[in-house]
C-alpha cells in the first residue's frame, strides 16, 4: 500500500466527537458551507447580555477578526442586547446551511481532525518509528516541503535533512501533513493517492499525541514539528482554529526556552551549521508570534527584551536547504516582521493605544516614521526584483498588510458619530483619510494583479485574514466617508471589488473569506450594521439595502 495502514480502532478516549461535527452519510443533504456552531448562534446565554458571550465564538472565526478590527467594529450598531453583533450578522447572511445544536469544538484538537470527511472512528497508526508509508511516498512529500514550505520557513539544514527512515514519528506526520495540500504539484502522487488519498487528520492527530509524551523532554525535532503544525495551512478558507493555535504556540515558545533558543548561540562552542540552524529556528518562532498577534488582534507573547533573535542576516542562510533567492525572500520577510511587530508595540499596544487613540497628531508622527521604514522596504525590493526574479507575492501581501494596520490606527482617531477627535485637526484627519485611501487603492490594485500560480505561496494562516483586511479596510473609509461624494465613490470601489472577488476567487480560494465579508453587508444591508451619518445615508445605493430586505 502507498499511505498509512488503515486499522478499525477507536479514538482516543480525550478525543470526542460531536454527532452533529461527524462526516454526514451519503444519503444525507450535505449543506455547501460546513461551520462551527457558535458562528450560527445568536447569543443566548442566561442572564443580563454581555460583550464577553458576544465575543466567545472560540477556534472559529467569521469575517473580521474582533479584537483586531476594533477600529471597524466602532461603527457598528450594537445595542444593549448585542443583536447586531457581528456572529449574529453571520447567522443572518449564512441562514441554516451549518449544524443547529450547539457543540463546543475540543479544545485540544483541530478543527480539521473533527471536520474530516474521513470515517472518523478508524484512525490510521504508524507502526514502529517510520510507519507503513512506502518510503518513496515519503521522500516525495519531504520535497513538496522544501519546495513550497521550506522557502517560508527554514528549519532544517543540509546536515539534518529528514528522512523517512530516521526522523521521528511525529515531525514525518507534521512534514506529510503540511505538505499534503501540494500533492497536486508531484505526478506520481497525485497518480498514485488517487483513490487513497493522506489521512491529514489522522496524522495531525498521531503528532499530537506523541509530542504530548515527547514536550516533558524536548529537543529540536520537537520544536521543528510544533513549528510545522502552526505553520499548515488553515483547513477551511472560512474558519480559522486561533484558539488552538495560540494554544500550541505557547507550548513551542515553552520547548524553546528549554532549549535555549531564546539566547544567541554565535558564541557557542557549537559547528557552525548548528549555530545557524538554531538562529533561524529563534527567528521563525519570533515570526509566527508577530504574525499570530496581528492577524488575531492579541498580545505577543514575546518581547525582544527577553529573546535575541529577532532578525536574520546573509550569514544565517548557511546550510538553510534552500537556493539563494529564497534566501533573499526570506530576508526581505524578516525585515517586514521587524516593522509589523514595531507597529504592533508603538501603535496597537494597549499602553499606545491608551495614549495615541485620542491624539492624532502623535499618531502621525509616529505612523509617518514607521511608513518611511516600509517605504524603504518596498523600494528597495521593486528595484532588485526583475522579470526573471520577480518579488515574492507571500512579501508583498505582508507590506500591504502592514501598511494597512498603519492605517488603522490613522482613522481609530475618528468618532463614530462622525465629528474629528477634539485633539485633531481637519487637516490631520485629511492626511490621515489621504494616507488610509491610497494604502486601499495600493493593495486592490495588487490584488488585481494576481495571478493564478501564485496561489502556492498563500498557504500561510495569516493569508486569508490579510486579505480580508483590505476589505474591512474599505468599508470603514465607506462609513466615515465625509461627503457624499465620496461616499459614492467608495460605495463604486466597493462594488467593483465585490464583482472582481466573484470571479478570481473561484481560481484563488484565499479570497473567499473578503468576499464573504462583502456579501454579508450586502446582505443584511450597510444601514442595517453601521452608524451612517446622514448624507453617507443619502447617498445609499439600493444594493447597499440589503437583499434579505427585499425578499
Given at each position: 500500500?502507498?499511505?498509512?495502514?488503515?486499522?478499525?480502532?477507536?479514538?482516543?478516549?480525550?478525543?470526542?466527537?460531536?454527532?452533529?461535527?461527524?462526516?454526514?452519510?451519503?444519503?444525507?443533504?450535505?449543506?455547501?458551507?460546513?461551520?462551527?456552531?457558535?458562528?450560527?448562534?445568536?447569543?443566548?446565554?442566561?442572564?443580563?447580555?454581555?460583550?464577553?458571550?458576544?465575543?466567545?465564538?472560540?477556534?472559529?472565526?467569521l469575517s473580521y477578526d474582533i479584537p483586531?478590527?476594533?477600529?471597524?467594529?466602532?461603527?457598528?450598531?450594537?445595542?444593549?442586547?448585542?443583536?447586531?453583533?457581528?456572529?449574529?450578522?453571520?447567522?443572518?447572511?449564512?441562514?441554516?446551511?451549518?449544524?443547529?445544536?450547539?457543540?463546543?469544538?475540543?479544545?485540544?484538537?483541530?478543527?480539521?481532525?473533527?471536520?474530516?470527511?474521513?470515517?472518523?472512528?478508524?484512525?490510521?497508526?504508524?507502526?514502529?518509528?517510520?510507519?507503513?508509508?512506502?518510503?518513496?511516498?515519503?521522500?516525495?512529500?519531504?520535497?513538496?516541503?522544501?519546495?513550497?514550505?521550506?522557502?517560508?520557513?527554514?528549519?532544517?539544514?543540509?546536515?539534518?535533512?529528514?528522512?523517512?527512515?530516521?526522523?521521528?514519528?511525529?515531525?514525518?506526520?507534521?512534514?506529510?501533513?503540511?505538505?499534503?495540500?501540494?500533492?497536486?504539484?508531484?505526478?506520481?502522487?497525485?497518480?498514485?493517492?488517487?483513490?487513497?488519498?493522506?489521512?491529514?487528520?489522522?496524522?495531525?492527530?498521531?503528532?499530537?499525541?506523541?509530542?504530548?509524551?515527547?514536550?516533558?523532554?524536548?529537543?529540536?525535532?520537537?520544536?521543528?514539528?510544533?513549528?510545522?503544525?502552526?505553520?499548515?495551512?488553515?483547513?477551511?478558507?472560512?474558519?480559522?482554529?486561533?484558539?488552538?493555535?495560540?494554544?500550541?504556540?505557547?507550548?513551542?515558545?515553552?520547548?524553546?526556552?528549554?532549549?535555549?533558543?531564546?539566547?544567541?548561540?554565535?558564541?557557542?562552542?557549537?559547528?557552525?551549521?548548528?549555530?545557524?540552524?538554531?538562529?533561524?529556528?529563534?527567528?521563525?518562532?519570533?515570526?509566527?508570534?508577530?504574525?499570530?498577534?496581528?492577524?488575531?488582534?492579541?498580545?505577543?507573547?514575546?518581547?525582544?527584551?527577553?529573546?535575541?533573535?529577532?532578525?536574520m542576516s546573509a550569514e544565517d542562510g548557511?546550510?538553510?536547504?534552500?537556493?539563494?533567492?529564497?534566501?533573499?525572500?526570506?530576508?526581505?520577510?524578516?525585515?517586514?516582521?521587524?516593522?509589523?511587530?514595531?507597529?504592533?508595540?508603538?501603535?496597537?499596544?494597549?499602553?499606545?493605544?491608551?495614549?495615541?487613540?485620542?491624539?492624532?497628531?502623535?499618531?502621525?508622527?509616529?505612523?509617518?516614521?514607521?511608513?518611511?521604514?516600509?517605504?524603504?522596504?518596498?523600494?528597495?525590493?521593486?528595484?532588485?526584483?526583475?522579470?526573471?526574479?520577480?518579488?515574492?507575492?507571500?512579501?508583498?501581501?505582508?507590506?500591504?498588510?502592514?501598511?494597512?494596520?498603519?492605517?488603522?490606527?490613522?482613522?481609530?482617531?475618528?468618532?463614530?458619530?462622525?465629528?474629528?477627535?477634539?485633539?485633531?485637526?481637519?487637516?490631520?484627519?485629511?492626511?490621515?483619510?489621504?494616507?488610509?485611501?491610497?494604502?486601499?487603492?495600493?493593495?486592490?490594485?495588487?490584488?488585481?494583479?494576481?495571478?493564478?500560480?501564485?496561489?502556492?505561496?498563500?498557504?500561510?494562516?495569516?493569508?486569508?485574514?490579510?486579505?480580508?483586511?483590505?476589505?474591512?479596510?474599505?468599508?470603514?473609509?465607506?462609513?466615515?466617508?465625509?461627503s457624499s461624494e465620496e461616499a459614492k465613490?467608495?460605495?463604486?470601489?466597493?462594488?467593483?471589488?465585490?464583482?472582481?472577488?466573484?470571479?478570481?476567487?473561484?481560481?484563488?480560494?484565499?479570497?473567499?473569506?473578503?468576499?464573504?465579508?462583502?456579501?454579508?453587508?450586502?446582505?443584511?444591508?450597510?444601514?442595517?450594521?453601521?452608524?451612517?451619518?446622514?448624507?453617507?445615508?443619502?447617498?445609499?445605493?439600493?444594493?447597499?439595502?440589503?437583499?434579505?430586505?427585499?425578499?
Amino acid at each position: 500500500m502507498h499511505r498509512l495502514s488503515t486499522n478499525a480502532k477507536s479514538l482516543p478516549q480525550n478525543v470526542t466527537i460531536s454527532e452533529s461535527l461527524r462526516s454526514p452519510s451519503r444519503d444525507q443533504a450535505v449543506s455547501p458551507i460546513s461551520l462551527p456552531e457558535q458562528l450560527l448562534l445568536d447569543n443566548t446565554s442566561s442572564g443580563s447580555p454581555s460583550i464577553d458571550s458576544a465575543l466567545n465564538s472560540s477556534s472559529g472565526q467569521l469575517s473580521y477578526d474582533i479584537p483586531s478590527e476594533i477600529g471597524l467594529l466602532s461603527w457598528e450598531q450594537i445595542d444593549a442586547n448585542f443583536v447586531n453583533f457581528q456572529p449574529s450578522l453571520a447567522h443572518d447572511f449564512l441562514g441554516d446551511l451549518g449544524p443547529q445544536d450547539e457543540t463546543r469544538l475540543h479544545e485540544g484538537v483541530p478543527p480539521e481532525v473533527l471536520l474530516d470527511n474521513d470515517d472518523t472512528d478508524s484512525t490510521p497508526q504508524f507502526v514502529g518509528t517510520t510507519g507503513e508509508f512506502e518510503p518513496y511516498i515519503g521522500e516525495r512529500l519531504i520535497r513538496l516541503y522544501e519546495r513550497f514550505i521550506a522557502p517560508q520557513y527554514p528549519i532544517f539544514s543540509t546536515q539534518s535533512r529528514p528522512s523517512p527512515k530516521s526522523s521521528p514519528t511525529y515531525l514525518l506526520a507534521a512534514i506529510y501533513a503540511i505538505a499534503q495540500p501540494f500533492m497536486q504539484f508531484d505526478d506520481v502522487l497525485t497518480l498514485d493517492l488517487a483513490y487513497d488519498p493522506l489521512p491529514t487528520s489522522a496524522l495531525l492527530q498521531i503528532s499530537l499525541k506523541a509530542l504530548e509524551f515527547e514536550i516533558h523532554g524536548p529537543t529540536l525535532p520537537v520544536v521543528q514539528a510544533f513549528i510545522l503544525l502552526l505553520a499548515r495551512p488553515t483547513p477551511h478558507h472560512l474558519i480559522s482554529d486561533s484558539s488552538f493555535r495560540c494554544k500550541l504556540l505557547g507550548t513551542l515558545i515553552s520547548a524553546a526556552h528549554t532549549l535555549g533558543l531564546h539566547m544567541d548561540p554565535v558564541e557557542w562552542s557549537i559547528p557552525r551549521w548548528q549555530a545557524t540552524q538554531r538562529r533561524r529556528l529563534s527567528f521563525i518562532i519570533f515570526k509566527i508570534d508577530t504574525w499570530m498577534a496581528s492577524s488575531l488582534g492579541r498580545p505577543p507573547l514575546l518581547n525582544e527584551e527577553n529573546w535575541l533573535i529577532t532578525s536574520m542576516s546573509a550569514e544565517d542562510g548557511y546550510g538553510a536547504c534552500i537556493d539563494e533567492a529564497d534566501w533573499r525572500d526570506f530576508i526581505q520577510h524578516a525585515q517586514l516582521v521587524s516593522t509589523l511587530r514595531r507597529v504592533l508595540s508603538e501603535l496597537h499596544s494597549l499602553r499606545a493605544l491608551s495614549q495615541l487613540s485620542s491624539n492624532i497628531q502623535q499618531t502621525l508622527g509616529i505612523s509617518m516614521k514607521i511608513l518611511e521604514e516600509l517605504s524603504i522596504w518596498h523600494n528597495t525590493t521593486i528595484i532588485s526584483s526583475s522579470d526573471d526574479a520577480p518579488a515574492s507575492v507571500i512579501n508583498l501581501l505582508a507590506y500591504h498588510y502592514t501598511h494597512i494596520n498603519i492605517c488603522r490606527a490613522l482613522l481609530r482617531c475618528h468618532a463614530t458619530d462622525g465629528q474629528s477627535n477634539p485633539s485633531s485637526t481637519d487637516a490631520d484627519m485629511q492626511r490621515a483619510r489621504h494616507e488610509a485611501g491610497r494604502c486601499l487603492s495600493n493593495a486592490l490594485l495588487f490584488v488585481n494583479k494576481l495571478k493564478l500560480d501564485a496561489s502556492s505561496q498563500f498557504w500561510p494562516a495569516w493569508a486569508p485574514l490579510a486579505f480580508s483586511s483590505i476589505v474591512n479596510l474599505m468599508l470603514h473609509l465607506l462609513v466615515m466617508s465625509s461627503s457624499s461624494e465620496e461616499a459614492k465613490q467608495r460605495m463604486q470601489t466597493v462594488l467593483d471589488t465585490r464583482d472582481s472577488l466573484r470571479i478570481r476567487s473561484k481560481q484563488l480560494p484565499i479570497l473567499r473569506l473578503g468576499l464573504l465579508r462583502i456579501d454579508s453587508v450586502f446582505w443584511k444591508g450597510l444601514d442595517q450594521i453601521f452608524v451612517l451619518q446622514p448624507h453617507i445615508y443619502e447617498a445609499l445605493s439600493p444594493e447597499f439595502m440589503g437583499l434579505r430586505n427585499t425578499v
